[in-house]
């Protein structure tokens, strides 16, 4: 029961510092679209959704329907639920919503952690009340909360299905939440290829039975593509072709090509290759096919194709390297700070021809920058967690019991990753929190463990006295 009452409590701190968060935009007299980018990108969908019940619109020529592809449905849908319940653009109870959300997700991960061992259950749910690039997320209207609470529930779903004596309806629990998950970002489009063998052999080595758990591994994938086969057929229907979002081509022109271009990714999209994609878009484009949006989506991904063939396999390297650190080793403070106009400063305007001139330069902008102490404390955090769950992935793959469950989490990782090559914004590492908190509690246990053998060994005998 003490457990229970620590996860209880774990979930209202989830759901309380968001909430935090927000109020404090409200004392400031702002409103929760402030200072967050692309977050038009969901609610004139929403609506849209709210004014004409469509996601889509009808072709004023033609009289046909034509469906939303540039764009998934399953965040613009929520914005225009939570406007007819609470009022057309009310932001703040979307806000409220989606803090709860955070709070709930912070069971899933709790209980995911339990799945893999009993006594990780409470330091994962009080990780995950805290982890800083998750509770900021609910105080912004875009979709990473909703995603994280969608994606938390199917991991857990599937980590439990494999201790289970029957797994089928656990797994298809966990072919719901990733459905659901696929239909909020399109992120999870590497899954069958890389996610499906890693929960093959996690299930072989819980269960077994043989090989039937490496039948079993392929029903949540299923699932989870059974939703998008709405948007396949309505797309076939408009544009005579099978697509379950049209994003791919423009965001690989006009965002991952400028970024693979920049000298080590992103961070800065490199301007030069900007400008060329755009050139190059609108010479091969013309108003007929502009229109077309299957046939605009296939003349982006062959350009974008060209375009990143002909960079230099050091560059292509660089870029893969250079955004896959920003990623991972950016934290969340600097939206934090920009958004309530803090003054901040970044490592490339520190001054100096040398790394060492630089790291100085660097210190004294944060020295004289009082509101860069708090990037300071995000930023020892993560670099110490970093290390941390190197530790615990190792240990993890080192221990047959443990086997299964790290080859899942690093699968279902390395298909997050490599859908989000070129972009270096901590915003795009949300998907990868809940495995990054569960690594870091297999290392935090490890480094426990260790710690208390060797104060163990280090404590003299005690014996009778002489």
Known sequence: MKRNQALAACAVVGAAIPLTVELAVYAAGWDLLRGVSDSDKYYRLALRIFDTGMFGIV???????LPELDAVAGYPYFLAAAFALFGRENYWAVGVVQALLAGLAVPAIALAARAIKDEWLVPAGMLAAVWPN????PATILSETLFTFFISWGLCAALWAAKARRPLWLLVAAGIGLGLAYLTRPVLMGFPFIVTPGLAMLLY??????????????????VMLTFTVPNYVRSYQAYGAPMFTLQ????LLFYIYPCLAADWGCGNPDLAAGARAQAEYERAMTPELEANVVARNDIETGLASRLIGELTLTQFAKAIVGST???????TSYEILQRFEFPVRYWGEAAGDGPGARVRSFAAD?????????????????LLSRAVQVVGAVRML?????LGPAVFLLAYMAAILAVSIGFGNPRYRVPLEPGLILF???????????????????????GPAR
């Open 205 to 222: 080595r819980e269960q077994h039975r043989g090989w039937s758990p490496i039948i079993f591994a392929a029903v949540p994938i299923a």
């Open 325 to 331: 650190a920003k990623l991972l080793l950016h934290n």
């Open 248 to 251: 791919q081509g423009h965001n």
């Open 398 to 402: 080192l221990r047959p019991a443990l």
């Open 59 to 65: 072709d004023p020529g033609t009289g046909a329907f």
């Open 366 to 382: 944060i020295a004289a920058t009082p509101s860069m102490l708090i990037w300071a404390a995000f930023q020892v955090f993560l």
């Open 440 to 462: 870091t509690v297999a290392g935090l246990d490890f480094l426990w463990a260790r710690g208390r053998r060797g104060r163990s060994i280090a404590a003299p005998a005690v």
């Open 134 to 137: 998750l509770a900021y997320r």
